[in-house]
């Protein structure tokens, strides 16, 4: 079992910073994938960034060039840093736990992860 709590959502106005932090303890995995996925209201949860265990990252385009996704795996935390937001980035962001696939390559479907967090606010004002 992997238990996965994050913290470091809240309100901001458009264009400021949040750095969301993803805290894993329990059974320690040494290939897998983690991922920051975000649920606006009426919306289906989207994976918005991914890193395998190697450090390799993707990211969906609405976000790309102002959020990164990076860990310290040695204190096994996750982290999503937020620059540039914008009211559209309101959403509860959660980490996942998810299995790597050949080539390093990282499930983004909701269902195929293996492990949740409880999720953090993230409301961006205009």
């Known amino acids: 079992q992997v238990h996965l709590v994050e913290s470091g959502g809240g309100s901001v106005q458009a264009g400021g910073s949040l750095r969301l932090s993803c805290a894993a303890s329990g059974e320690a995995v040494t290939a897998y994938c983690m991922l920051w996925f975000r649920q606006a209201p009426g919306q289906e949860r989207e994976a918005i960034a991914t890193?395998?265990?190697?450090?390799?990252?993707t990211y969906v385009d609405s976000v790309k060039g102002r959020f990164t996704i990076s860990q310290i795996k040695s204190e096994r935390i996750l982290y999503l840093q937020m620059n540039n937001l914008k009211p559209e980035d309101t959403a509860m962001y959660y980490c996942t736990l998810g299995p790597r696939l050949y080539g390093g390559r990282c499930h983004t479907s909701p269902h195929l992860q293996n492990y949740w967090g409880q999720g953090t606010q993230v409301t961006v004002s205009s």
């Open positions: 890193i395998n265990s190697d450090d390799q990252t």
